[in-house]
């Protein structure tokens, strides 16, 4: 009888593409996806503990399988395990295999040669640390998205203050460019026509690579070579890694979509010195206006953490207002959620959580206002966009898309389909998307 395996992730981009890995590797090996509210033979879940409320969707999730199927088999993967070992174990009584982010490209393996016994959690672990290489598994993220995901670099020499991942996923490494192009080559021969660069750290990719003399500018220029590819995407890159070299490769390519998504985390000196981060307001600045002057379209886009220790409202006025000046497209606002092992937890200032709520309130109101201003700014333009959803609106056809710039647009059309690029010009604003027009 055919067996089933149904997958649940939580967290970032490069856990779905790694779920995307393993749920080729159960296809491959004979096992039909079931959707995870279904009952399955096989229930994987891909944990995240960026934050609290990441930890309890994922404890959640655990005993949500053992509901659905009680004698099925759960796996529990990612970070959640390296953060949170015992809590994982102690999460519920089914039987399940606990797998840490040194074994996750193995797991079907693991799963395959395993026999539970008298035990009722194998736990398959190994502290982040020992992790030092970049792990393939042999099978590539292709399922039915519109974008190819390649993932080139995990793990970070980073330590933000408040950020736990380089103890979960362990230092940078970079993923050789022969196997990065394997896998583009695959997702071109699935008709993708954009790829997305995954990293956890992505603008550090190639420093360690001692076989290879190439950095990010230069694997993307070579993407660029590739048929079949026609939008290059970058997932989010820090400051210290946005280039002159960066800059002019986006200036003077056909192919690299018009967006860069550039962590700032604070528009206040004083919380990104305390955060640990690798540059000040100034800084940041000049680079944003240096791209703008150079690439006039493009959306740059960003991450803030709302009541970090120590953050005051004149802090926070000042990362309000940094924020405005710079006129990001859109911001994606985090409230400060305290992390174990990291050096944030120890610092004094504890932000109260109603101040926090507020601020996070302002920030998106504030973020709201941006993307539409950018929607304006861009009116009139004719554009392009990859089709990723058909419907039905007041009885007529429509489709939607993102155009390179990240402005979603939806227009009226009978025949487009998925995964086909559009030109269009743009018309009309809306709250949360732009109308088009098909030239």
């Known amino acids: 009888m055919n067996q089933k395996v149904a997958f649940k992730t939580i967290g970032c981009k490069v856990n779905q593409y790694e779920?995307?890995?393993?749920?080729?590797a159960f296809i491959k090996n004979g096992y039909s996806i079931a959707d995870f509210k279904e009952k399955a033979d096989v229930y994987v879940i891909n944990s995240c503990a960026v934050t609290k409320e990441a930890e309890r969707?994922?404890?959640?999730?655990?005993?949500?399988?053992?509901?659905?199927?009680p004698s099925g088999t759960i796996i529990v993967t990612g970070c959640g395990v390296q953060a949170n070992l015992q809590?994982?174990?102690?999460?519920?009584?089914?039987?399940?295999?606990?797998?840490?982010?040194?074994?996750?490209?193995?797991?079907?393996?693991?799963?395959?040669n395993s026999?539970?016994?008298?035990?009722?959690?194998?736990?398959?672990?190994?502290?982040?640390?020992?992790?030092?290489?970049?792990?393939?598994?042999?099978?590539?993220?292709?399922?039915?998205r519109i974008r190819g995901l390649v993932k080139i670099q995990d793990g970070c020499n980073q330590f933000c203050s408040y950020c736990i991942i380089p103890y979960l996923r362990g230092r940078s490494r970079s993923r050789t460019s022969k196997e990065i192009f394997l896998e583009i080559n695959e997702l071109t021969s699935n008709n993708y026509k954009e790829i997305v660069l995954l990293g956890i750290n992505l603008g550090s990719y190639g420093n360690d690579l001692k076989d290879e003399n190439i950095n990010l500018t230069e694997l993307i220029q070579e993407i660029e070579k590739t048929s079949g590819i026609e939008r290059i995407r970058l997932s989010s890159i820090e400051l210290p890694w946005v280039t002159d070299e960066l800059i002019n490769a986006f200036h003077n390519s056909s192919k690299i979509c018009h967006h860069l998504h550039i962590p700032l985390q604070s528009g206040d000196d004083n919380m990104l010195n305390l955060?640990?981060?690798?540059?000040?307001?100034?800084?940041?600045?000049?680079?944003?206006?240096?791209?703008?002057?150079?690439?006039?379209?493009?959306?740059?886009?960003?991450?803030?953490?709302?009541?970090?220790?120590?953050?005051?409202?004149?802090?926070?006025?000042?990362?309000?207002?940094?924020?405005?000046?710079?006129?990001?497209?859109?911001?994606?606002?985090?409230?400060?959620?305290?992390?174990?092992?990291?050096?944030a937890s120890l610092l004094p200032g504890k932000v109260e959580a109603d101040t926090i709520k507020k601020r996070t309130k302002k920030l998106n109101n504030l973020s709201k206002e941006l993307r539409k201003d950018f929607f304006i700014k861009n009116i009139g333009q004719d554009r392009t966009i990859l089709v990723e959803y058909r419907g039905l609106k007041n009885n007529q056809n429509y489709i939607c898309g993102l155009t390179d710039n990240y402005i979603k647009v939806c227009l009226a059309?009978?025949?487009?389909?998925?995964?086909?690029?559009?030109?269009?010009?743009?018309?009309?604003?809306?709250?949360?998307?732009?109308?088009?027009?098909?030239?």
């Open 115 to 144: 026999s539970f016994k008298s035990v009722k959690k194998l736990i398959h672990y190994k502290p982040a640390n020992q992790i030092t290489r970049y792990a393939e598994n042999g099978f590539y993220s292709t399922s039915n």
């Open 275 to 343: 955060m640990n981060r690798k540059y000040n307001t100034g800084q940041f600045e000049k680079i944003v206006k240096q791209i703008k002057k150079k690439i006039p379209n493009i959306a740059i886009t960003t991450d803030v953490i709302v009541g970090f220790p120590g953050e005051d409202d004149m802090s926070f006025e000042r990362t309000y207002q940094f924020i405005k000046r710079l006129a990001f497209a859109k911001i994606h606002v985090f409230p400060y959620s305290e992390r174990p092992f990291n050096l």
């Open 19 to 24: 779920t995307g890995n393993l749920r080729q």
């Open 57 to 69: 969707k994922s404890k959640q999730m655990i005993r949500k399988a053992a509901r659905l199927n």
């Open 87 to 112: 809590e994982i174990k102690d999460c519920n009584n089914s039987k399940y295999h606990i797998v840490s982010n040194y074994y996750k490209d193995d797991i079907f393996n693991i799963f395959s």
């Open 413 to 439: 059309d009978t025949k487009a389909k998925k995964g086909q690029m559009i030109k269009l010009k743009l018309k009309e604003v809306f709250d949360s998307y732009v109308e088009g027009e098909k030239i």
